[in-house]
Nanobody
Framework: VQLQASGGGLVQAGGSLTLSCAVT???????LAWFRQAPGKEREFVGG????????YYTDSVKDRFTISRDSAESTVHLLMNSMKPEDTADYYC???????????????????WGQGTLVTVSS
């Protein structure tokens, strides 16, 4: 499984940006997620989706602002970010996890496949 993230850039506060993660390989029943890491901080969960279902999960700070979706035909996961804030500035990473017992979609160590980061900068 390989992941390729894209779509980062500079956006003003209140604006929108969409990140994409192109996935290659067999990912049926995998979980796909976005994490982010701001300078000097630990990498944190942003949102996730099960590839074989429609349920989505978000960290509290992005609920009602960010939307994660998947395009099965193109094996791509998108992260639509609205009403962006300066504190959303970070490197954003997409990640994939194979099916496993006691899986926690928010736990960074549960993901074995990572894409490269794409930088998002929100200006005030």
């Amino acid at each position: 499984v390989q992941l390729q993230a894209s779509g980062g850039g500079l956006v003003q506060a209140g604006g929108s940006l969409t990140l994409s993660c192109a996935v290659t390989g067999r990912i049926f029943r995998y979980a796909l997620a976005w994490f982010r890491q701001a300078p000097g901080k630990e990498r944190e969960f942003v949102g996730g989706i099960m590839w074989s279902g429609d349920r989505t999960y978000y960290t509290d700070s992005v609920k009602d602002r960010f939307t994660i979706s998947r395009d099965s035909a193109e094996s791509t996961v998108h992260l639509l970010m609205n009403s962006m804030k300066p504190e959303d500035t970070a490197d954003y990473y997409c990640a994939a996890s194979r099916p496993r017992l006691r899986f926690d979609i928010q736990r960074l160590s549960d993901y074995e496949h990572w894409g490269q980061g794409t930088l998002v900068t929100v200006s005030s």
